[in-house]
């Protein structure tokens, strides 16, 4: 079964940064994909920044600028750099993967679990 799980999230002060990372286990894969969304409370999931294939990268006008996405395929693992942090950056970040299983031929999206970075003084 795939994994994939968030690690790096915590409390910082507005101006610091965190860096995120997501590992996905389980299988052999074809990653498409790599993607970090954001949901604060009362507010919907939003799309923060993707990594597609060839190094395209995309991100979020709010955050523009200021966090950079990144991927280790070797390791298959994404990353989040967040620098300038704002206390509206404050969300459970959740990893996401557009990538294929090869072990049973199936592609979908998967999702980790989240984790809380927290942006106050």
């Known amino acids: 079964q795939v994994q994939l799980q968030e690690s790096g999230g915590g409390l910082v002060q507005p101006g610091g940064s965190l860096r995120l990372s997501c590992a996905a286990s389980g299988s052999i894969f074809i990653i498409y994909a790599m993607n970090w969304y954001r949901q604060a409370p009362g507010k919907q999931r939003e799309l923060v920044a993707t990594?597609?294939?060839?190094?395209?990268?995309t991100y979020a006008d709010s955050v523009k600028g200021r966090f950079t996405i990144s991927r280790d395929n070797a390791k298959n693992t994404v990353y989040l750099q967040m620098n300038s942090l704002k206390p509206e950056d404050t969300a459970v970040y959740y990893c996401n993967a557009d990538l294929k299983d090869l072990r049973v031929n199936k592609r979908q999206d998967y999702w980790g679990q989240g984790t809380q970075v927290t942006v106050s003084s």
């Open positions: 990594a597609a294939s060839g190094g395209v990268t």
